[in-house]
Protein backbone atom coordinates (compact mmCIF):
# COMPACT_ATOMS: atom_id res chain seq x y z
CA UNK A 1 0.00 0.00 0.00
CA UNK A 2 2.66 2.48 -1.01
CA UNK A 3 1.27 5.68 -2.64
CA UNK A 4 3.78 6.99 -6.14
CA UNK A 5 3.48 9.61 -7.88
CA UNK A 6 3.81 9.56 -11.41
CA UNK A 7 3.49 11.25 -15.43
CA UNK A 8 1.21 9.62 -17.91
CA UNK A 9 3.97 8.70 -20.46
CA UNK A 10 2.19 7.28 -23.41
CA UNK A 11 -1.20 5.93 -23.89
CA UNK A 12 -3.05 5.16 -27.14
CA UNK A 13 -5.85 8.27 -28.13
CA UNK A 14 -7.40 5.73 -30.51
CA UNK A 15 -8.01 2.93 -27.53
CA UNK A 16 -6.66 -0.07 -30.16
CA UNK A 17 -3.62 -0.63 -27.37
CA UNK A 18 -5.30 -0.53 -24.20
CA UNK A 19 -1.84 0.06 -22.41
CA UNK A 20 -0.81 2.66 -20.36
CA UNK A 21 2.80 3.41 -19.44
CA UNK A 22 3.63 5.91 -16.91
CA UNK A 23 7.49 7.01 -15.12
CA UNK A 24 7.81 7.99 -11.95
CA UNK A 25 8.07 11.76 -11.35
CA UNK A 26 11.09 11.13 -9.53
CA UNK A 27 12.43 10.05 -12.58
CA UNK A 28 10.78 12.28 -14.63
CA UNK A 29 13.81 14.73 -14.52
CA UNK A 30 16.72 12.26 -15.35
CA UNK A 31 14.53 11.46 -18.99
CA UNK A 32 13.72 15.16 -19.66
CA UNK A 33 17.81 15.50 -19.87
CA UNK A 34 18.24 12.17 -21.70
CA UNK A 35 15.86 13.54 -24.24
CA UNK A 36 17.53 16.69 -24.70
CA UNK A 37 21.11 15.13 -25.22
CA UNK A 38 19.58 12.55 -27.92
CA UNK A 39 17.85 15.86 -29.86
CA UNK A 40 21.03 17.92 -29.52
CA UNK A 41 22.93 14.95 -30.65
CA UNK A 42 21.35 14.10 -34.01
CA UNK A 43 20.25 15.70 -37.46
CA UNK A 44 16.93 14.65 -38.92
CA UNK A 45 18.23 13.37 -41.85
CA UNK A 46 18.95 10.20 -39.97
CA UNK A 47 17.04 7.34 -38.86
CA UNK A 48 18.70 5.78 -36.47
CA UNK A 49 22.31 5.81 -35.12
CA UNK A 50 25.03 4.75 -37.16
CA UNK A 51 22.91 2.59 -39.22
CA UNK A 52 22.48 3.21 -42.99
CA UNK A 53 21.65 -0.55 -44.24
CA UNK A 54 18.53 -2.86 -42.37
CA UNK A 55 20.81 -5.51 -42.59
CA UNK A 56 23.04 -3.76 -39.87
CA UNK A 57 20.29 -4.57 -37.33
CA UNK A 58 19.77 -7.15 -35.61
CA UNK A 59 16.89 -7.90 -33.63
CA UNK A 60 16.74 -6.35 -29.64
CA UNK A 61 19.51 -3.85 -31.10
CA UNK A 62 19.58 -0.94 -28.58
CA UNK A 63 19.41 1.81 -30.60
CA UNK A 64 18.19 5.79 -30.84
CA UNK A 65 15.62 5.99 -33.49
CA UNK A 66 13.65 9.19 -34.87
CA UNK A 67 10.02 9.24 -34.24
CA UNK A 68 8.27 10.15 -37.02
CA UNK A 69 5.15 12.14 -35.37
CA UNK A 70 7.23 14.77 -33.54
CA UNK A 71 10.78 14.48 -35.56
CA UNK A 72 12.43 13.79 -32.22
CA UNK A 73 15.08 11.56 -31.11
CA UNK A 74 14.42 8.15 -28.52
CA UNK A 75 15.84 5.72 -27.07
CA UNK A 76 14.29 2.08 -29.45
CA UNK A 77 14.45 -1.39 -29.48
CA UNK A 78 14.38 -3.32 -32.43
CA UNK A 79 11.25 -5.97 -32.25
CA UNK A 80 10.79 -6.67 -35.84
CA UNK A 81 13.09 -6.37 -39.39
CA UNK A 82 11.21 -7.21 -42.64
CA UNK A 83 13.95 -7.06 -44.89
CA UNK A 84 11.17 -7.40 -48.39
CA UNK A 85 9.49 -4.58 -47.66
CA UNK A 86 12.88 -2.80 -45.50
CA UNK A 87 10.76 -2.58 -42.75
CA UNK A 88 11.88 -2.27 -39.17
CA UNK A 89 9.62 -2.42 -36.04
CA UNK A 90 11.20 -0.57 -33.24
CA UNK A 91 10.05 -0.13 -28.98
CA UNK A 92 10.14 2.86 -27.81
CA UNK A 93 11.86 2.19 -24.20
CA UNK A 94 10.70 5.26 -22.36
CA UNK A 95 7.27 5.42 -23.74
CA UNK A 96 6.32 1.73 -23.75
CA UNK A 97 4.86 2.38 -27.69
CA UNK A 98 6.20 0.98 -31.01
CA UNK A 99 6.29 1.73 -34.72
CA UNK A 100 7.12 -0.16 -38.14
CA UNK A 101 9.41 2.57 -40.22
CA UNK A 102 10.11 2.23 -43.77
CA UNK A 103 14.15 2.75 -44.07
CA UNK A 104 13.61 4.04 -47.53
CA UNK A 105 11.54 7.35 -46.43
Known amino acids: NKEYFVSLMYFDENFVDKNFYVCLIENLEKCQQLEQKLQEKHTKEEK ?6 LSELNLNDRLEGLYDLDNKWYRVCVRNLDMKNQEVTVYFLD ?5 TIDINK
Open 95 to 99: YGNSE
Open 48 to 53: FTFVTK
